[in-house]
Protein backbone atom coordinates (compact mmCIF):
# COMPACT_ATOMS: atom_id res chain seq x y z
CA UNK A 1 0.00 0.00 0.00
CA UNK A 2 2.01 3.40 -1.03
CA UNK A 3 1.21 6.65 -0.46
CA UNK A 4 3.33 9.23 -1.85
CA UNK A 5 1.66 10.25 -5.23
CA UNK A 6 -1.86 11.70 -5.67
CA UNK A 7 -2.99 9.00 -7.42
CA UNK A 8 -2.64 6.22 -4.32
CA UNK A 9 -5.78 8.31 -2.99
CA UNK A 10 -9.15 7.64 -4.09
CA UNK A 11 -12.45 5.96 -2.73
CA UNK A 12 -11.62 2.71 -4.52
CA UNK A 13 -8.02 2.74 -2.77
CA UNK A 14 -9.31 3.69 0.68
CA UNK A 15 -11.89 0.59 0.33
CA UNK A 16 -8.76 -1.90 -0.39
CA UNK A 17 -7.07 -0.08 2.31
CA UNK A 18 -9.29 -0.47 5.00
CA UNK A 19 -10.20 -4.36 4.49
CA UNK A 20 -6.45 -5.20 3.99
CA UNK A 21 -5.69 -2.93 7.41
CA UNK A 22 -8.32 -4.51 9.39
CA UNK A 23 -7.71 -8.13 7.86
CA UNK A 24 -3.77 -7.88 9.40
CA UNK A 25 -4.66 -6.43 12.45
CA UNK A 26 -6.37 -9.34 13.29
CA UNK A 27 -3.75 -11.65 11.88
CA UNK A 28 -1.35 -10.23 13.72
CA UNK A 29 -3.67 -9.70 17.34
CA UNK A 30 -4.06 -6.00 17.33
CA UNK A 31 -7.13 -5.36 19.63
CA UNK A 32 -9.64 -3.06 18.63
CA UNK A 33 -7.72 0.11 18.04
CA UNK A 34 -6.66 3.27 16.16
CA UNK A 35 -5.48 2.40 12.51
CA UNK A 36 -3.35 4.87 11.32
CA UNK A 37 -3.41 5.09 7.92
CA UNK A 38 -0.38 7.66 6.16
CA UNK A 39 -0.53 10.54 3.38
CA UNK A 40 3.19 10.83 2.86
CA UNK A 41 2.61 13.70 0.48
CA UNK A 42 2.13 17.07 0.23
CA UNK A 43 -1.32 17.68 -0.90
CA UNK A 44 -2.73 20.95 -1.57
CA UNK A 45 -6.19 22.30 -0.23
CA UNK A 46 -7.36 21.14 -3.92
CA UNK A 47 -5.97 17.95 -4.02
CA UNK A 48 -7.61 17.02 0.09
CA UNK A 49 -10.76 18.12 -1.78
CA UNK A 50 -10.64 15.79 -5.15
CA UNK A 51 -8.41 13.19 -3.17
CA UNK A 52 -7.47 12.82 -0.06
CA UNK A 53 -11.27 13.43 1.86
CA UNK A 54 -13.03 10.66 -0.81
CA UNK A 55 -9.68 8.15 0.26
CA UNK A 56 -10.77 8.73 4.31
CA UNK A 57 -14.07 7.94 3.44
CA UNK A 58 -14.34 5.20 2.26
CA UNK A 59 -11.69 4.31 5.28
CA UNK A 60 -14.08 5.26 7.00
CA UNK A 61 -17.32 3.67 5.32
CA UNK A 62 -15.53 0.54 5.36
CA UNK A 63 -13.55 0.19 8.53
CA UNK A 64 -14.40 -2.88 10.44
CA UNK A 65 -14.57 -4.88 14.02
CA UNK A 66 -14.15 -2.36 16.14
CA UNK A 67 -11.00 -0.54 14.24
CA UNK A 68 -10.96 3.13 14.15
CA UNK A 69 -9.58 5.42 11.22
CA UNK A 70 -6.88 7.60 12.09
CA UNK A 71 -4.42 9.98 10.06
CA UNK A 72 -0.56 10.18 9.68
CA UNK A 73 -0.06 13.78 8.18
CA UNK A 74 1.05 17.12 7.85
CA UNK A 75 -0.64 19.32 10.30
CA UNK A 76 -3.18 20.40 7.55
CA UNK A 77 -4.28 17.56 6.10
CA UNK A 78 -5.14 15.95 9.56
CA UNK A 79 -6.70 18.88 10.41
CA UNK A 80 -9.17 18.98 7.29
CA UNK A 81 -9.89 14.88 7.33
CA UNK A 82 -10.52 15.22 11.20
CA UNK A 83 -12.99 18.19 10.59
CA UNK A 84 -15.19 16.34 8.41
CA UNK A 85 -15.20 13.48 10.91
CA UNK A 86 -13.42 11.13 8.63
CA UNK A 87 -10.75 10.39 11.29
CA UNK A 88 -10.30 9.92 15.14
CA UNK A 89 -6.91 10.51 15.98
CA UNK A 90 -4.07 12.22 14.17
CA UNK A 91 -0.24 11.11 14.39
CA UNK A 92 1.42 14.21 12.88
CA UNK A 93 4.55 14.67 10.29
CA UNK A 94 6.17 17.93 12.23
CA UNK A 95 9.26 16.41 10.68
CA UNK A 96 8.29 17.33 7.77
CA UNK A 97 9.68 21.02 7.85
CA UNK A 98 9.59 21.41 4.03
CA UNK A 99 5.64 20.35 3.39
CA UNK A 100 3.45 23.48 2.95
CA UNK A 101 1.24 21.67 5.09
CA UNK A 102 3.29 22.27 8.00
CA UNK A 103 3.60 26.12 7.79
CA UNK A 104 1.64 28.07 9.28
CA UNK A 105 -0.76 25.82 10.53
CA UNK A 106 -1.67 24.65 13.96
CA UNK A 107 -1.52 21.16 14.97
CA UNK A 108 -4.96 19.60 15.18
CA UNK A 109 -7.21 18.88 17.72
CA UNK A 110 -7.15 15.62 18.13
CA UNK A 111 -3.30 14.55 17.74
CA UNK A 112 -2.19 11.73 19.75
CA UNK A 113 0.94 11.31 18.47
CA UNK A 114 3.46 14.77 17.14
CA UNK A 115 6.61 13.40 15.25
CA UNK A 116 8.95 16.92 15.20
CA UNK A 117 12.61 15.43 15.37
CA UNK A 118 15.01 13.29 14.84
CA UNK A 119 17.61 12.43 17.02
CA UNK A 120 21.04 11.56 14.90
CA UNK A 121 23.10 8.19 15.81
CA UNK A 122 20.79 7.30 18.92
CA UNK A 123 23.47 4.91 21.10
CA UNK A 124 25.90 4.95 18.59
CA UNK A 125 23.80 3.30 15.60
CA UNK A 126 20.54 4.52 14.34
CA UNK A 127 18.91 7.38 13.83
CA UNK A 128 15.28 7.65 15.93
CA UNK A 129 12.78 9.95 15.17
CA UNK A 130 11.52 11.78 18.47
CA UNK A 131 7.43 11.67 19.15
CA UNK A 132 5.34 13.59 22.02
CA UNK A 133 2.20 12.05 23.02
CA UNK A 134 -0.72 13.93 23.72
CA UNK A 135 -2.58 10.62 26.44
CA UNK A 136 -5.60 11.70 24.08
CA UNK A 137 -6.09 8.15 23.23
CA UNK A 138 -4.35 4.92 24.77
CA UNK A 139 -1.72 3.66 22.24
CA UNK A 140 -1.56 -0.08 21.84
CA UNK A 141 0.53 -2.18 23.85
CA UNK A 142 -0.17 -5.76 23.24
CA UNK A 143 -1.09 -8.09 21.30
CA UNK A 144 -4.77 -10.98 21.75
CA UNK A 145 -4.60 -14.48 20.80
CA UNK A 146 -7.22 -16.18 18.60
CA UNK A 147 -10.91 -16.68 20.18
CA UNK A 148 -9.58 -13.91 23.22
CA UNK A 149 -11.78 -11.40 21.52
CA UNK A 150 -15.05 -11.80 22.44
CA UNK A 151 -18.12 -9.26 22.40
CA UNK A 152 -18.62 -7.33 25.47
CA UNK A 153 -22.56 -7.68 26.70
CA UNK A 154 -23.42 -9.93 23.98
CA UNK A 155 -26.71 -10.80 25.30
CA UNK A 156 -27.71 -7.16 25.27
CA UNK A 157 -26.84 -7.00 21.60
CA UNK A 158 -28.82 -10.68 20.68
CA UNK A 159 -31.59 -9.88 22.53
CA UNK A 160 -32.24 -5.91 21.12
CA UNK A 161 -31.47 -7.74 17.27
CA UNK A 162 -33.85 -10.27 18.12
CA UNK A 163 -36.42 -7.19 18.31
CA UNK A 164 -35.35 -5.74 15.46
CA UNK A 165 -35.65 -8.31 13.31
CA UNK A 166 -39.34 -9.61 14.98
CA UNK A 167 -40.31 -5.81 14.09
CA UNK A 168 -39.21 -5.52 10.85
CA UNK A 169 -40.85 -8.82 9.39
CA UNK A 170 -44.36 -8.51 11.64
CA UNK A 171 -44.83 -4.97 11.29
CA UNK A 172 -47.44 -3.94 9.09
CA UNK A 173 -46.17 -0.49 8.46
CA UNK A 174 -42.75 0.25 7.24
CA UNK A 175 -40.43 1.63 9.81
CA UNK A 176 -37.28 3.35 9.43
CA UNK A 177 -33.98 2.50 11.50
CA UNK A 178 -33.82 5.20 13.56
CA UNK A 179 -37.57 5.46 14.42
CA UNK A 180 -37.25 1.65 15.44
CA UNK A 181 -33.95 2.55 17.45
CA UNK A 182 -35.67 4.98 19.29
CA UNK A 183 -38.71 2.95 19.68
CA UNK A 184 -36.59 0.41 21.44
CA UNK A 185 -34.83 3.23 23.10
CA UNK A 186 -38.06 4.65 25.17
CA UNK A 187 -38.68 1.15 26.37
CA UNK A 188 -35.57 0.16 27.76
CA UNK A 189 -35.61 3.44 29.81
CA UNK A 190 -38.58 2.81 32.02
CA UNK A 191 -39.73 3.13 34.16
CA UNK A 192 -36.39 4.55 35.86
CA UNK A 193 -36.03 7.42 33.79
CA UNK A 194 -39.68 7.97 32.89
CA UNK A 195 -42.31 6.95 35.52
CA UNK A 196 -39.77 7.21 39.13
CA UNK A 197 -41.47 9.53 41.51
CA UNK A 198 -39.20 11.80 42.52
CA UNK A 199 -37.84 12.91 38.59
CA UNK A 200 -40.06 11.70 36.49
CA UNK A 201 -41.36 15.40 35.50
CA UNK A 202 -38.37 16.10 34.77
CA UNK A 203 -37.39 13.27 32.28
CA UNK A 204 -41.00 13.68 30.75
CA UNK A 205 -40.00 17.33 29.61
CA UNK A 206 -36.52 16.60 29.23
CA UNK A 207 -36.70 13.38 26.81
CA UNK A 208 -40.59 13.55 25.46
CA UNK A 209 -42.66 11.12 23.16
CA UNK A 210 -44.27 11.52 20.56
CA UNK A 211 -48.15 11.25 20.42
CA UNK A 212 -48.89 11.71 16.94
CA UNK A 213 -51.51 9.07 16.44
CA UNK A 214 -49.51 7.55 13.15
CA UNK A 215 -46.83 6.69 15.26
CA UNK A 216 -48.59 5.42 18.65
CA UNK A 217 -49.99 2.52 16.69
CA UNK A 218 -46.52 1.46 15.69
CA UNK A 219 -44.73 2.12 18.97
CA UNK A 220 -47.36 0.04 21.18
CA UNK A 221 -46.23 -2.60 18.44
CA UNK A 222 -43.02 -3.01 19.19
CA UNK A 223 -43.10 -2.11 22.54
CA UNK A 224 -45.49 -5.61 22.66
CA UNK A 225 -42.55 -7.24 20.73
CA UNK A 226 -39.53 -5.62 23.23
CA UNK A 227 -41.56 -7.07 26.40
CA UNK A 228 -41.81 -10.30 25.13
CA UNK A 229 -37.84 -10.49 24.47
CA UNK A 230 -36.32 -8.17 27.50
CA UNK A 231 -39.88 -8.34 30.48
CA UNK A 232 -37.84 -6.20 32.43
CA UNK A 233 -34.84 -3.84 30.96
CA UNK A 234 -33.19 -4.02 34.55
CA UNK A 235 -32.58 -7.51 34.30
CA UNK A 236 -29.11 -6.77 33.16
CA UNK A 237 -27.92 -4.36 35.76
CA UNK A 238 -25.21 -6.95 37.14
CA UNK A 239 -23.06 -6.31 34.58
CA UNK A 240 -24.49 -2.91 32.37
CA UNK A 241 -27.14 -0.36 32.93
CA UNK A 242 -29.24 -0.65 29.67
CA UNK A 243 -32.25 1.92 31.39
CA UNK A 244 -29.19 4.35 31.93
CA UNK A 245 -27.64 4.02 28.29
CA UNK A 246 -31.01 4.37 26.88
CA UNK A 247 -31.61 7.57 28.67
CA UNK A 248 -28.88 9.48 27.49
CA UNK A 249 -28.76 8.30 23.93
CA UNK A 250 -32.26 9.83 24.05
CA UNK A 251 -31.16 12.75 25.67
CA UNK A 252 -28.72 13.37 23.21
CA UNK A 253 -30.82 12.56 19.99
CA UNK A 254 -33.43 15.12 21.81
CA UNK A 255 -31.26 17.92 22.43
CA UNK A 256 -28.71 17.32 19.58
CA UNK A 257 -26.57 20.36 18.42
CA UNK A 258 -23.20 20.52 17.24
CA UNK A 259 -20.63 20.04 19.49
CA UNK A 260 -19.09 23.12 21.50
CA UNK A 261 -15.79 21.77 23.46
CA UNK A 262 -16.24 24.66 26.13
CA UNK A 263 -19.67 25.53 27.14
CA UNK A 264 -22.68 23.59 28.47
CA UNK A 265 -25.01 21.87 25.96
CA UNK A 266 -28.79 20.70 26.93
CA UNK A 267 -27.54 17.14 25.85
CA UNK A 268 -25.30 16.93 28.48
CA UNK A 269 -27.61 17.15 31.22
CA UNK A 270 -29.33 13.86 30.63
CA UNK A 271 -25.61 12.15 30.92
CA UNK A 272 -22.43 13.17 32.74
CA UNK A 273 -23.20 16.47 33.78
CA UNK A 274 -26.45 14.85 35.78
CA UNK A 275 -23.98 11.90 37.60
CA UNK A 276 -21.03 14.48 38.48
CA UNK A 277 -24.02 16.64 40.16
CA UNK A 278 -25.49 13.41 41.76
CA UNK A 279 -21.76 12.85 43.60
CA UNK A 280 -21.37 16.24 44.26
CA UNK A 281 -24.51 15.87 46.39
CA UNK A 282 -23.42 12.54 47.89
CA UNK A 283 -20.10 14.28 48.79
CA UNK A 284 -22.80 17.15 50.79
CA UNK A 285 -24.83 14.58 52.34
CA UNK A 286 -21.47 12.64 53.45
CA UNK A 287 -20.51 15.89 54.99
CA UNK A 288 -16.75 15.76 52.52
CA UNK A 289 -15.27 18.84 53.45
CA UNK A 290 -13.59 20.92 50.59
CA UNK A 291 -9.67 19.77 51.49
CA UNK A 292 -11.04 15.68 51.01
CA UNK A 293 -13.01 16.35 48.04
CA UNK A 294 -10.78 15.78 45.49
CA UNK A 295 -8.97 12.66 46.94
CA UNK A 296 -13.01 11.35 48.47
CA UNK A 297 -13.52 11.87 44.61
CA UNK A 298 -10.96 10.32 43.09
CA UNK A 299 -11.75 7.13 45.44
CA UNK A 300 -15.59 7.31 44.30
CA UNK A 301 -16.33 7.96 41.09
CA UNK A 302 -16.09 5.41 38.42
CA UNK A 303 -15.70 2.99 41.17
CA UNK A 304 -17.32 -0.64 40.79
CA UNK A 305 -17.71 -1.24 44.30
CA UNK A 306 -19.02 1.81 46.19
CA UNK A 307 -22.47 3.45 44.89
CA UNK A 308 -21.35 7.12 44.90
CA UNK A 309 -23.61 8.58 42.31
CA UNK A 310 -21.50 8.06 39.53
CA UNK A 311 -20.11 4.37 39.47
CA UNK A 312 -18.20 2.63 37.14
CA UNK A 313 -21.46 1.10 35.17
CA UNK A 314 -22.71 5.21 35.70
CA UNK A 315 -19.93 6.17 33.74
CA UNK A 316 -19.87 3.92 31.03
CA UNK A 317 -23.31 4.14 30.13
CA UNK A 318 -22.82 8.05 29.96
CA UNK A 319 -19.83 7.23 27.18
CA UNK A 320 -21.56 4.56 25.17
CA UNK A 321 -24.77 6.83 25.31
CA UNK A 322 -23.14 9.75 24.02
CA UNK A 323 -21.33 7.27 21.37
CA UNK A 324 -24.44 5.88 19.85
CA UNK A 325 -26.53 8.94 19.72
CA UNK A 326 -23.38 10.07 17.78
CA UNK A 327 -23.88 7.45 15.46
CA UNK A 328 -27.43 6.72 15.61
CA UNK A 329 -27.52 10.61 13.95
CA UNK A 330 -24.95 10.62 11.50
CA UNK A 331 -25.80 6.90 9.98
CA UNK A 332 -28.94 5.06 9.01
CA UNK A 333 -27.75 2.20 11.47
CA UNK A 334 -29.99 -0.13 14.09
CA UNK A 335 -29.35 0.04 17.04
CA UNK A 336 -27.97 -3.67 17.27
CA UNK A 337 -25.87 -2.12 14.78
CA UNK A 338 -24.56 0.75 16.71
CA UNK A 339 -24.32 -1.11 20.21
CA UNK A 340 -22.04 -3.98 18.57
CA UNK A 341 -19.53 -1.52 17.49
CA UNK A 342 -19.36 0.67 20.72
CA UNK A 343 -18.80 -3.17 22.57
CA UNK A 344 -16.25 -4.56 20.53
CA UNK A 345 -13.95 -1.51 21.44
CA UNK A 346 -12.13 -1.47 24.84
CA UNK A 347 -13.52 0.38 27.62
CA UNK A 348 -10.53 2.61 28.09
CA UNK A 349 -11.11 3.31 24.58
CA UNK A 350 -14.56 4.52 24.46
CA UNK A 351 -13.84 6.93 27.03
CA UNK A 352 -10.87 8.37 25.68
CA UNK A 353 -13.12 8.42 22.24
CA UNK A 354 -15.94 10.20 24.22
CA UNK A 355 -13.42 12.92 25.58
CA UNK A 356 -11.99 13.39 22.74
CA UNK A 357 -15.48 14.08 20.70
CA UNK A 358 -16.90 15.96 23.83
CA UNK A 359 -14.07 17.91 25.37
CA UNK A 360 -10.93 17.81 22.24
CA UNK A 361 -9.45 15.30 24.72
CA UNK A 362 -8.56 18.44 27.18
CA UNK A 363 -8.87 18.71 30.98
CA UNK A 364 -9.25 22.40 30.10
CA UNK A 365 -12.59 21.68 27.96
CA UNK A 366 -14.12 19.76 30.88
CA UNK A 367 -13.26 22.15 33.93
CA UNK A 368 -14.93 24.79 31.46
CA UNK A 369 -18.17 23.19 30.60
CA UNK A 370 -19.11 21.97 34.03
CA UNK A 371 -18.25 25.77 34.98
CA UNK A 372 -20.27 27.00 32.80
CA UNK A 373 -23.51 24.63 33.89
CA UNK A 374 -22.87 25.50 37.76
CA UNK A 375 -21.31 29.16 37.51
CA UNK A 376 -22.22 30.68 34.29
CA UNK A 377 -25.30 32.19 31.97
CA UNK A 378 -27.95 29.61 32.31
CA UNK A 379 -28.60 29.81 35.89
CA UNK A 380 -29.43 33.58 35.62
CA UNK A 381 -30.98 33.25 32.12
CA UNK A 382 -33.63 30.19 32.40
CA UNK A 383 -36.29 30.37 35.11
CA UNK A 384 -35.69 27.91 37.45
CA UNK A 385 -32.78 26.51 36.07
CA UNK A 386 -31.24 26.92 39.66
CA UNK A 387 -33.76 24.73 41.30
CA UNK A 388 -33.83 21.63 38.61
CA UNK A 389 -29.60 21.71 39.21
CA UNK A 390 -30.50 21.71 43.04
CA UNK A 391 -33.12 19.00 42.87
CA UNK A 392 -30.94 16.44 40.50
CA UNK A 393 -27.71 16.74 43.16
CA UNK A 394 -30.23 16.68 46.21
CA UNK A 395 -28.10 18.99 47.51
CA UNK A 396 -28.90 22.58 49.43
CA UNK A 397 -26.23 24.40 47.09
CA UNK A 398 -24.00 23.94 43.99
CA UNK A 399 -20.29 23.35 44.13
CA UNK A 400 -17.89 26.55 43.70
CA UNK A 401 -15.66 27.24 41.30
CA UNK A 402 -13.01 25.24 43.36
CA UNK A 403 -15.40 22.53 43.86
CA UNK A 404 -16.17 22.70 40.53
CA UNK A 405 -13.17 22.35 39.23
CA UNK A 406 -12.21 19.36 41.70
CA UNK A 407 -15.26 17.48 40.06
CA UNK A 408 -14.03 18.06 36.52
CA UNK A 409 -10.54 17.08 36.57
CA UNK A 410 -11.44 13.77 38.67
CA UNK A 411 -14.17 13.09 35.74
CA UNK A 412 -11.48 13.11 32.87
CA UNK A 413 -8.68 11.72 35.03
CA UNK A 414 -11.54 8.63 35.23
CA UNK A 415 -12.14 9.18 31.22
CA UNK A 416 -8.40 8.94 30.61
CA UNK A 417 -6.94 6.31 32.78
CA UNK A 418 -7.65 2.61 33.59
CA UNK A 419 -9.15 1.45 36.22
CA UNK A 420 -7.55 -0.90 39.45
CA UNK A 421 -10.45 -0.72 41.07
CA UNK A 422 -12.10 -4.40 41.47
Given at each position: MYSTKLNHFSYSEGKSHALEAVKHAKRLGVPKT?????????????????????????????????????????????????????????????MSTGYSGNLGFSIPDKWVFDQFTEITGYRGRWDLDRVAYSGKFPACSLVVHNGQSKFQHDDIINAISQIEKIAIKKLKDPIK??????????????????????TALMWQVYTPESYDSSEVILKEEVNRICKSIIPDPGQFKTTYDLEHFAATVLGNICHFDS???????????GGWILDLLQIWGNSQKEGIQKQYLQNWLSVCL?????????????????????????????????????????????????????????????????????????????RNEIPFFDAILLRASASNRLPDESESKYLSDVLFHALTHDFIDG
Open positions: VIYFTVDYDATDPEIDSNIIPYFKALKDNIRDGYLVGIYASRNICSRIIHHGLAEAAFVSDNQQLSKFILEYLRKPEYWAKENVSYDYFMFADLGSRSIESGFDYKDLMSDVDGYLAAMMLHDKNALLSEVLRYIFSLAPLNRRSLFCLNRFKGERKCVESVFDSLVNGLP
